[in-house]
């Protein structure tokens, strides 16, 4: 989001009145704003990929219909993102009555509480001030497991009591998250992970607008947009969430992983286009986005692996990130220059992938996280590497490796060694990986590997492993 403008110069509600200001409640202010950004062409949502045509179409909707929403995924599916977006709909700055005993940023034109009301009626308007309250701070998340009643709705506040506050008095509550959001956005993430007690108050804020605390008639309205987010496995659980809860929510928002893996890597050098530079360069070539990539799709398509726990788009990230740390380590300590990830490199990616799958006890058959996650690894490099071969030949690209040769690849071997093993290049190389392997010998090297680990996977070499490095016979 950009830099905030400075903020408006109206200090009282005297000035406010004569601007021309009018009040409008959050869900009126998301739509004029957004209705503005559609006619001018905006881009709605920056960023978010793979969801012009399912996603975003459905958002766009809601705002226009006034509803809260739920955004119902599995992790990593960009739910929050999208939630924490929607401010961008709002007015940049939204003026509201500046007194110290005030709980909730007030409306100047419509008080919701007795102090602000009688502070509108009592005092004259250049004596009432006027503070702005910025969009990004107008909008309060909370992660649903060990919420309380309190925590997001309110409590009586003893201390007030023994002040001489009558309980029947607003001045007796202490407001949770929710009433603090008046005039903005509010989203609980994990919905059914609340208890029962809370889901209760929430209703009655959906569908009253009002806050009622332990049964005392403490009523007053509230302004305030609801988000929600979910897994599906859990959130179509009987029980987990109460019925007359999920019957307020105005729209239910289905997010989905990309559909396709040009999507999924958009996504990729969308998220860590900034690590890439430096002063140790790190060089990707394409087919190496291709793998981490697939690699997430076939966990995705596992039977090893729980599909109800869903693997995130957080998956791909990580083991991204830990193959160009591997490449850059070798940069800097052989002395190359670009780094260029390699198949090996993918030997590191145990530390930032294990933590993120959870098995299925029942397909996994006794089987070891490391041995699942190499079940796919080795799946992903074979899938992206017969695309290379159905559209070159695997003649053309294994060409080089028919002459029984032996090569040994690693991650910290020095890319010379390839380029000794790989004097001429293939032309048909240079064509099929869209990089060119005889510039310069990292990228050779990646080259080499990747031919080789995708030969391996369709059987035509064979392969052995000893103390960390790999020979690949022909």
């Not at 023994?162 to 956005?185: C, D, K, Q, W, Y």
């Not at 360069?281 to 394409?286: E, H």
Request: aromatic share 8%; with cysteine; proline share 6%.
């Amino acid at each position: 989001m950009s830099t905030p403008s400075e903020v408006p110069s109206i200090s009282n509600l005297s000035e406010l009145r004569q601007s021309g200001w009018k009040s409008k409640t959050v869900k009126h202010e998301l739509r004029d704003n957004f209705l503005v950004a559609l006619q001018a062409g905006d881009e709605l949502f920056p960023g978010i990929v793979g969801y012009d045509d399912t996603v975003i179409p459905e958002i766009n909707l809601a705002i226009l219909a006034g509803h809260d929403m739920l955004f119902l995924g599995e992790k990593g599916q960009a739910k929050s993102r999208i939630m924490r977006m929607l401010v961008r709909f709002l007015d940049e700055w939204a003026p509201y009555i500046d007194h110290p005993e005030l709980p909730v940023h007030e409306d100047p034109m419509d008080p919701i509480t007795s102090l602000g009301k009688r502070l509108i009626k009592e005092l004259p308007e250049d004596q009432i001030k006027i503070a702005w309250w910025h969009r990004i701070d107008r909008y309060s998340e909370r992660l649903s497991p060990g919420t309380k009643f309190a925590d997001i709705i309110g409590e009586i506040d003893p201390g007030k009591l023994t002040s001489g506050v009558s309980m029947n008095a607003e001045a007796a509550l202490a407001f949770g998250l929710i009433p603090r959001m008046h005039r903005g956005i509010f989203a609980m993430n994990e919905l059914p992970e609340l208890d029962d007690l809370v889901q209760v108050g929430l209703f009655n804020i959906l569908e009253e607008r009002d806050v009622q605390i332990r049964g005392y008639p403490i009523k007053f309205d509230l302004d305030v947009m609801i988000l929600f987010s979910a897994n599906p496995s859990t959130y179509n659980r009987s029980g987990k969430v109460i019925p007359q809860l999920k019957d307020r929510i105005g729209s239910i928002i289905q997010t989905h992983y990309p559909s396709d893996r040009d999507q999924g890597i958009a996504i990729l050098q969308q998220e860590v286009n900034d690590d890439l530079g430096g002063p140790f360069p790190v060089q990707v070539p394409y087919f190496m986005y291709e793998v981490v990539e697939e690699i997430t799709n076939q966990a995705r398509r596992s039977k090893f692996i729980d599909h109800q726990s869903g693997v995130s788009a957080r998956f791909s990230l990580a083991n991204f990130r830990t193959m160009v740390a591997s490449a850059r380590q070798r940069s800097v300590v052989l002395g190359e220059s670009p780094a260029v990830p390699r198949i090996s490199d993918l030997g590191h990616i145990y530390s930032s992938a294990l933590g993120k799958l959870e098995l299925d006890l029942m397909g996994s058959h006794q089987m070891s996280e490391r041995q699942v996650l190499d079940a796919v690894v080795a799946e992903a490099i074979q899938v992206v590497f017969q695309k290379y071969v159905e559209q070159h030949g695997t003649a053309e690209i294994g060409e080089i490796f028919k002459k029984g040769v032996r090569v040994e690849v690693g991650d910290m071997l020095p890319s010379s060694v390839y380029a000794e093993r790989l004097k001429r290049v293939p032309p048909v190389w240079e064509k099929a990986f869209e990089v060119n392997a005889s510039a310069s010998e990292p990228v050779r090297a990646s080259c080499v590997e990747f031919v080789l680990a995708g030969l391996y996977s369709m059987d035509h070499i064979s392969r052995s492993q000893r103390h960390g490095s790999i020979e690949y016979e022909i």
